[in-house]
Nanobody, 123 residues
């Protein structure tokens, strides 16, 4: 069974950092583009970043450019999202998702989703 599991969320002060992980089981991750999405209370789920199968292409939402970095280790079947200079507006439930399509930030393209990990940025 294809499964994605996020981890690494938590409570952090503004300006702090977190690294999220997305571990895959039941399938070979290198066959999929992986995206990170987030959803804050009362808001729609939005695309944060994505990475191509071979890591040669990445995309970021304007709101996180220069602060977040996506990477993948196909040997470990894991994708990471390094989040630096966190702001209160980054507070959300963060999801990773997989698609056999191309790297994009439209959630409608993604077929497989994890359960999410909570990130809270607050002093």
């Amino acid at each position: 069974q294809l499964q994605l599991v996020e981890s690494g969320g938590g409570l952090v002060q503004p300006g702090g950092s977190l690294r999220l992980s997305c571990a895959a089981s039941g399938f070979t991750l290198d066959r999929y583009v992986i995206g990170w999405f987030r959803q804050a209370p009362g808001k729609e789920r939005e695309g944060v970043s994505c990475i191509s199968r071979s890591s040669d292409s990445t995309r970021y939402a304007d709101s996180v450019k220069g602060r977040f970095t996506i990477s993948r280790d196909n040997a470990k079947n894991t994708v990471y999202l390094q989040m630096n200079s966190l702001k209160p507006e980054d507070t959300a439930l963060y999801y990773c998702a997989a698609t056999q399509g191309f790297c994009n930030l439209d959630r409608r393209w993604y077929n497989y989703w994890g359960q999410g990990t909570q990130v809270t940025v607050s002093s």
